[in-house]
């Protein structure tokens, strides 16, 4: 971001190099601001802190300790070693790992790569134009439970359209949610359906902004439209993408609702579709394993931070 | 928080269409548009064919319902709708959802457009980047003290609980988009205002606010949508009484599983705020969501 001198620096400015005498009004009205702002910020700020600062640490707090059954009697520190437990889980907690890491980095490349490909189909003006933005917005402000349980009726092995319609291509029937091999790979495209057009509304609104000049001296000089998009217009639209990537990476690391309305507690019976989310939300409220969930899920947070400070530097870097 | 600003305020209006027009079309330019509109059908049809379905669903009967061969060639019946909405607990369920969706957005608007034009006009992006943290940590990891908490006070299973756990959603989200748009107003109009004797505070109420009408709409009505969709907080903080709509879907699924026309009806239900949203405000949301992109 450029730091340009608009006229609230000039004003925030003056009362020092000006004399006091006569411009009355301006200083009173910095000095109040300072009140002002703060008196407007403080509900807002207040309220996001109390729900959680206080939660936070009540976490760290409960990973630290051996609460098991309720949160507040009898625990007794046992220092690290949930997290111990946790790291060293090589049933629940390493599967869990590998799962959120599948499944967030299938459906967000897919997402990405199809979501550029539809915008970049989008861009040029058409008739109907407004008409397709407006199919697009469904999907992603959809209930994801309801979108969910949607796709559980067209996937029923038996009686769900789906395998009826391979079935005229003479692909057999598949299971689908059903089977503990094609539950993560359909939960990742119905994921993949649901926010793809999430990833075309923030990819075609970078790209409206971008120039047309360097395209089209490209397109002057005999470049094809492959060529266009890689060269000219991929670089340009790097910034969108990557920020892109940060917003939807983090919902995806996240997933919870679709997973957990479309398989139920742990997943699935042999865990098939337990993400890390489902895996802490079970130990917390079906074990009440409270102190290594709050372990996992201090793991889960750090993994998180560490994936969007990475992103965003590189934002920062090729925004610079 | 700077970084994570997409450099565009979108809805921008179509790019000079004239120019289309204007230029003769080649043959390779009319083959290569004659693709381009069917791909563009097809990728409508795959958006928009599963939700289709699940409205057909809602007026199909439990034969027809499974039976795939039945398609979209049907006769329309209301039953499935009588039903789920002769069902007091779903009817409750949907009072709860608007209910709380409708409170804990209006609340967040109180607090939080003020709060983005302190940030915006006072350039305080550090301080607004603290919206990024809410967004980050999973919900999980919050819901086992906020139990704890609630519960000391009494308010576990209230309207309050679910209101204060949705406005964790909201209130940064609406504080992400309208700081943005705060910043995209021009700051001349406010200093005019002060100059004309105006306090700060009379130059947001007065010239700021009324200006920033559009994005506090979108920004409004998409706090809505996600406070409608949230599952998770209710999941555990509500109770039978303030159950809302995306935790009972979830339990009459696990209930009455067969009952496909039933839940297909409820699952309509919940999506006709959403399909109205994206009919009527498709241009305002789309600079909302690129504003301030999140699930909850």
Known sequence: MTTTTTPRAAVGAAPRSRPPAGEKPLVTFEQANRRLKWALLAPALGFVGLMIVFPLAFTINLSLTDAFGAVNAGNAYVGLQNF??????????????????????????????????????LRKAFRGMEIVRTILMVPLLATPVAIGILWMLILDPTNGIANHLLGFVGIPPQEFLGSVSQSLPTLMLIDVWQWTPMMTVLLLAGLTTLPEEPEEAARVDGANVWQRFVHIILPMLRTTILTALVLRGVDALKTFDLIYATKGPGGGSDFEAETLNVYAYGLTFDYQEYGLASAVLVLFTLFIVAIVVVLRRRTERSAS | MSAVTTPAPSGTPARVPQRIVARRRSGPQRVFGALRAVLIVIVCAVISLPIIWMIAAALKTNVQVTDPTVGLAFTPTWDNFRNVLADGVLVQSLANSLIIGVVSTALSVVIAVPAAWAVGRFRMRRTGSVVLVARIVPAISLLVPWYYMFAQLGLVGSHLVLILSHMFVSVPLILWIMIGFFEGLPVELEDAARTDGLSAFGAFLRIALPLAAPGTASAAVLAFIFSWNNFIFALILADERTMTMPVLLFNFMSYASTDWGGLMAAATLMTVPVLLAAVFGQRYLVAGLTAGATKG
């Not at chain 1, 090589?90 to 539809?118: D, N, S």
């Open chain 1, 84 to 121: 111990a437990d946790a790291l060293t889980d090589t049933r629940r907690f390493w599967p869990a790992v590998g799962r959120t890491v599948t499944f967030t980095l299938g459906a967000v490349v897919l997402e990405t790569v199809l979501g550029l490909a539809l915008a970049m189909l």
